[in-house]
């Protein structure tokens, strides 16, 4: 893909004095090459894993190590996980936003409240809700869940440490990062 941004739906139709319907100019094959770009690179990220060092002596394994963390294999939870009753502010996480039709880590965020900063605004909400419309009007499979990793730390600057590991790890395309590696049809 591209470097350039790329729009969901074409500037000038939004500011014509005709109102015409949007049209997307994400066509149902570029977004089909565009995820199986993202796929290939998250899949190739799982599977070469960095060379361990070995040591003289039983080491415990590091804590938050991000090459351990595979956002694909932690439980997932529907994107209203936070509208259950009941629920308190939650706890320190690194989570993330995964299509699971795609196998596609599509956002990594970092939290000191789990179930407060989905109540929120969020960038990443309106990405998602675009996402899903445009896979809606080629009628292609998608079905968006998150995924949580309850041992991120509690200080503010390791985890957001972490997250930002995570990101480059991934490439998600959701995040800030990797706008330029992967365009930002949806922002």
């Known amino acids: 893909m591209e470097p350039n941004q790329l729009d969901l739906f074409n500037s000038a139709q939004l500011t014509s004095r005709k109102r015409r319907p949007d ?3 994400m066509s ?4 089909v090459r565009w995820k199986t770009q993202i796929a290939a690179h998250q899949q190739r990220a799982r599977e070469n894993q960095p060379i361990q060092q070995v040591a003289l002596f039983d080491l415990a394994p590091v804590h938050c190590d991000p090459e351990q963390i595979d956002p694909l294999t932690l439980r997932l939870d529907t994107l209203s996980f936070f509208e259950r009753p009941g629920q308190d502010l939650g706890e320190p996480c690194i989570y993330f936003v995964v299509d699971t039709t795609a196998k596609l880590i599509l956002y990594v965020g970092e939290t ?3 179930n407060q900063r989905w109540r929120s605004t969020h ?3 309106r990405y998602i809700n675009q996402y ?8 292609l499979d998608v079905a968006i869940c998150i995924s949580f990793w309850w041992d991120a730390p509690s200080a503010t ?12 790890k991934w490439q998600s395309p959701f995040n800030k990062e990797n706008w330029k590696r992967w ?4 922002g």
């Open 123 to 125: 960038d990443a909400k």
């Open 28 to 31: 149902a094959d570029a977004l």
């Open 112 to 114: 000191v409240h789990s």
């Open 132 to 139: 899903i419309s445009l896979h809606r009007q080629y009628q």
């Open 183 to 186: 365009g930002q049809p949806f």
């Open 157 to 168: 600057q390791s985890r957001q440490a972490l997250e930002k590991q995570l990101i480059l």
């Open 23 to 25: 049209v997307p100019l």
